[in-house]
């Protein structure tokens, strides 16, 4: 490894290539603290030309390579492994917009460029990028594209594949792949962006994008509503109007509860305690929709028990601050799952039945974009047990949600991706042609295993 840390000081200056401990220390652990790695160095190449460079004095010199952006990610992917031999490859100086091109509403941004800057470019246009997640002021365009980010505007937008329309990538012998078409139609052949979009970086680096934009939302109402159960949820989802939904979140009573009790400021909209809560935003681009008269009269013929509505987007900061206020409330076990739609209530009902009945005392924090069937069926200990106690049944826990995900032909991954978390779960899950093409992808790209090596994919035999 020594002998190729020169070839990367001269390929990105010695400025930005990273050795001393103290200074690497934030890249090698990720964002909940639950993964942590060793390197020999991290690198931070300015452009498409220095990462090939290092991708192409890494492989002959035999070195893996961990692409990272924001290190946001919550399966691991960006983490290198413990064995001190890879090189991380950070984009962090990669973030330029390189175009917006208003005719044809696309902006073109290197991989590095944050998430939350995207999307500021592009209302400063009059225009919107529409991903939006709670980690958007630190991920990046590239982990976006490497985890087909989701998020809460799925429901009318898509993830991160159906908003690009072209990629640069450099694969990891170091040749560079410019795809960077703005086209909406092109059938030539096999869409191979869509190859390198949800990889978690195990075929290449992502190095630039284009990415589609829309009208800017010109009226927003959101409201907030109590109800008795997620199957009320779903009646309610059905009745909203298609066009103009733009997120439909869910939240469990206990979610709230920890917002409540962690987010400085944080009070409930609604009177009581009820059992589930959703927060409902309608857009539209044009400024004189009627919006709130819409959503009321939906309201007031759908089975709620109680709701608040309001302008903007005051009511957003209880649901965004789910994530963090569970962080603080100690060590939780984590489930990204996904079901089709109508499924959901069978889901939270027999899940949370077995596990109150293995675990009693439990505390369920599910919540998310039940819009596009998905939870973050998230788990925190019973008040008053040891944090290693509920840690050492992750995996039987992981087990009865998965199997209950699987009979109702759901994704145990919904949006956060495989990384080294799940690797070995998901290969329980998925057919084993599937899982072959997925080896015989990977070799064709990355026959010596060098891009972010023991990530997404099971190995044979193994
Ligand atoms: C508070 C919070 C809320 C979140 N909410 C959501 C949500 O609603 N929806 C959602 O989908 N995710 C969510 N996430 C997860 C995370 O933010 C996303 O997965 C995000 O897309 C990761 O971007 P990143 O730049 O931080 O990537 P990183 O964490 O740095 O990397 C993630 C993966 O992508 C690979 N990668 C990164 N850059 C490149 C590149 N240029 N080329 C190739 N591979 C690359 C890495 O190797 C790794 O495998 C959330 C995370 C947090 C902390």
């Known amino acids: 490894v020594t002998g190729v840390l020169a070839e990367l000081a001269a390929a990105v200056g010695p400025a930005n290539l990273v050795t001393d401990p103290d200074l690497m220390r ?15 160095a991290v690198v931070r190449p300015g452009g498409t030309e ?3 460079a290092v991708l192409r004095a890494c492989r002959a010199a035999g070195v893996g390579v961990v692409p990272q952006g924001g290190n946001t990610g919550l399966c691991g992917g960006a983490v290198p492994s413990a064995d001190g031999g890879e090189v991380v490859l950070s984009t962090t100086r990669m973030r330029r917009i390189r175009e917006l091109d208003r005719e044809n509403r696309t902006i073109t941004v290197e991989a590095g460029a944050v998430l939350a800057a995207v999307r ?18 630190s991920c990046t365009i590239g982990g976006n594209l490497a985890t087909n980010a989701g998020g809460a505007a799925v429901l009318r937008y898509g993830t991160m594949r159906e908003l690009t329309l072209g990629l640069e990538v450099v694969l990891p012998d170091g040749r560079v792949w410019s795809g960077l078409r703005g086209l909406r139609k092109d059938n030539t052949g096999y869409d191979l962006k869509q190859l390198f979009v949800g990889a978690e970086g195990t075929l290449g680096v992502i190095t630039a994008a284009v990415l589609r934009l829309f009208p800017a939302a010109r009226s927003r109402v959101t409201a907030w509503v109590a109800l008795p159960d997620p199957a009320a949820a779903v009646e309610l989802l ?18 709230l509860d920890l917002v409540l009790a962690h987010v400085p400021g944080a009070r409930s909209p609604v009177p009581g305690r009820w059992p589930w809560h959703a927060l ?101 200990k019973p008040r008053g ?20 995900v699987a009979a109702l032909d759901g994704s145990i991954s919904a949006e956060h991706g495989v990384g080294v978390a799940k690797r070995d779960v998901v290969a329980g899950y998925k057919p084993a042609v599937e899982l072959a093409m997925m080896r015989e992808i990977k070799a064709l790209f990355d026959p010596g295993g060098l891009m972010n090596p023991g990530k997404v994919v099971f190995p044979a035999g193994g």
């Open 120 to 137: 500021e470019a592009a209302g400063a246009a009059g225009l919107m990028f529409p991903l939006s997640l709670g980690s958007e002021g």
């Open 26 to 40: 934030g890249y090698l652990v990720d964002w909940r603290g639950a993964h942590v790695g060793r390197a020999a």
């Open 238 to 255: 059905g009745l909203l109007p298609e066009d103009r939904l733009s997120c439909f979140e869910l939240m469990s009573a206990e979610s």
């Open 280 to 380: 409902v935003e309608l857009t539209d681009s044009r400024p004189e929709a009627a919006l709130a008269e819409v959503l009321a009269t939906v309201l007031e013929r759908s089975p709620v028990a109680d709701a608040v509505v309001a302008p903007g987007r005051v009511l957003w900061a209880l649901r965004e601050g789910v994530a963090e206020a569970q962080n603080k409330e100690g060590p939780s076990l984590k489930h990204d799952v996904t079901v089709p739609i109508g499924r959901i209530p069978e889901f939270v009902s027999r899940t949370d039945t077995a596990l109150r009945a293995a675990v009693p005392g439990i505390r369920i924090v599910s919540y998310g974009h039940v819009g596009d069937g998905n939870l973050h069926y998230n788990l925190t």
């Open 50 to 52: 220095e990462v090939a």
């Open 385 to 404: 047990t040891a944090d290693d106690e509920f840690a050492a049944r992750a995996e039987a826990l992981a087990t009865v949600v998965y199997d209950i």
